[in-house]
């Protein structure tokens, strides 16, 4: 009995097509490349290198590095800025952290509203620009911490220290 992929190999040949298809893992394994890096392995490693070649390679290295000098930001004065990095920056509370009132009824669920949105900052900015926080018509802050569809303030907030 045959096995089925020499009875697809075989289909394959007595079809005319060109080439069979290849067993990729079986190839690599012949070839002796089994994918993957022996980096990790100190025999190999000090098989193929010694302190003088590691030395050699760090002085090439250190003549290859560029000091590139810090520059100013640029001037943001007068330039519109997204309004949730305001917000974030407005705002102490953490996430889940209850300080407006929202209602029981909800007339579609949270994930269904939340939906509507690719990305939770998409879904911040509409929601300020909606009411929020204090009004949530759009349904996507239902614990009324203020922050839409799992979106968080926090990486703003760092980004300032």
Known sequence: MMRPLALIVLALALAGCAEPPVDEAAAAAEAGKAGISDEQDFNAVAARETIESDRERLAAQRQQYVFIPPTALPDTAGVERPIIIDFALQTR????????KRSDIRLQSYARACGRY????LAQEAFLKA???ERDRLGIDPDGDGFACGWDPRPFR????
């Open 93 to 100: 509370h953490q996430p889940g952290q209850q300080r407006w």
């Open 118 to 121: 690719p990305a939770p900052d």
């Open 131 to 133: 009411g929020g926080p």
């Open 158 to 161: 760092l980004a300032l220290r």
